[in-house]
């Protein structure tokens, strides 16, 4: 082999172990950390459903040639794993299926992100969708088309009730992103200004929560909290006073915790649930997984029983400020929908 051909080996070598590296170091972008992208920096409630993930977990053939009884049958499946608990069109989906051709039955993926001002309904859809043919619909059914392709679609109640029942008031008002393969709604058209502001990078995203997100690798379902929301949606005071005493005691017992400023919990492929608790400082993290570790074995008061009855504890660990628990549910056993509002002594701040 000549000396050229040699350096350039050792150079292509060099390119890979170094994309290697890099892929190491910082890993491929989730569909969830894009959708929260465009989430706005005051959101502090986020729920995820990867509908293409959940078709694929339960083996479901359903598409957008479907009928409404068949789309009926596959989320009443996905209900019976605790796939979509997360989502807001589980009263939506027939009617959507049938009028916007869209549906949990053809949708990619799903958030739903909420703040104090506004909410959300960001819908990842295939490829392979027309929006020429959804805005044809839209226009048909009574919505208000903008000036700009990327512009709010105006509808309000009256258009969404002659739609069809059953529809989440979130799909009101619509914004098509054809170069993104998303479709933004929103019960306010003032609101959905505001995303497409963080869209068009002219105000910031909810970056902590996405990083947040980023700690549930890549689940079906997941909610994810900032911290105010996550210590009064979990709160212990959601319980009464015997139960708020017996919680005082064995969060001594095991040693105290730290409060949370983010928590986040996703279901994986596979039925195991990932459990992520952030702390402020990245030093309280080591014992605090040990604390709630062991808070996340023992009773469970404010909703009985133990939480061994629900589930067993896989795994705990910290990584910087972040607390991880992985959770083997039992059979039949909703962790997800459970235990993403309180009270959660595991979770307590």
Known sequence: MSRRAVVALVALVAVVVGGLVAWRLVPPETELSRALSMAPA????????????????????????????????????????DLSAMSALGTSAEVMHEEL???PATLTWEVLAQAGDGAVEMLGVDEDLSFDDLADRLVALGWTEPDESDGV????????????????????????????????????????????????????????LRDLADGLDDPLAAAVYDGAYACERLAMSQSDDDAQAEADQLVTAAGGVHPLTG???????GGDVRTVMQ?????????????????????????????????????????????????????GQYVLSDLTSGPVLFATC
Do not use: C, K
């Not at 502090?44 to 694929?56: I, K, L, M, P």
């Open 42 to 81: 005051g959101t502090s409630r986020v729920s995820w459903t990867d509908w293409e993930g959940v078709r694929r977990e339960l083996g479901a053939d359903v598409d957008n040639g479907s009928s409404a009884e068949d789309v009926d049958a596959f989320m009443a499946d996905a209900f019976t794993r």
């Open 101 to 103: 051709g869209l549906s």
């Open 153 to 208: 679609w105006v509808g309000g109640p009256d258009v969404l009730s002659g739609v069809g029942p059953g529809l989440t008031p979130e799909l009101q008002h619509f914004v098509l992103l054809a170069d993104r393969h998303v479709v933004l709604a929103s019960d306010q058209a003032s609101y959905l200004e505001q995303v497409l502001e963080v869209v068009a990078g002219d105000a910031d995203a909810a970056d902590a």
């Open 263 to 269: 928590f986040a919990m996703g279901l994986r492929a």
């Open 279 to 331: 702390v402020e400082d990245a030093d309280d993290a080591d014992d605090d997984a040990e604390a709630r570790a062991q808070l996340a074995t023992g009773p469970a008061p404010g909703q009985g029983g133990d939480f061994g009855d629900r589930f067993a504890v896989a795994g705990a660990r910290s990584d910087g400020r972040e607390i991880i628990l992985d959770l083997r549910p039992e059979d």
